[in-house]
């Protein structure tokens, strides 16, 4: 399957959208540009699955003692409820 697209000024290009149905990427999703042996571009979508992210703030503190975050989620709360109104 070929398909062909213009190079924009920014050096942008719209993936076709057979392409992009047959690849799976949807608007907003992110994919990685690769050149292989021959010179030839790869694209692949990007996708992130839980897996890929689990345990990234294992080692992460957030600040403040669990009261504080605890009357910070009252007064969000509150100002969230006042403006209902």
């Known amino acids: 399957m070929k398909k062909y697209s213009t190079v924009t000024r920014k050096g942008q290009v719209t993936i076709p959208m057979i392409i992009r149905e ?3 990427i949807d608007y907003g999703e992110k994919v990685e540009f690769a050149v292989n042996e021959h010179n030839e571009v790869v694209i ?3 996708k992130v699955s839980l897996d890929d ?3 990234v703030l294992k080692n992460h503190k957030p600040a403040g003692t669990h009261e504080d975050h605890r009357r910070l ?3 969000w709360a509150g100002e969230k409820g006042s403006k209902r109104g």
């Open 22 to 24: 047959k690849l799976d």
């Open 44 to 46: 692949r979508p990007v």
């Open 53 to 55: 992210i689990y345990g």
């Open 73 to 75: 989620a009252r007064d």
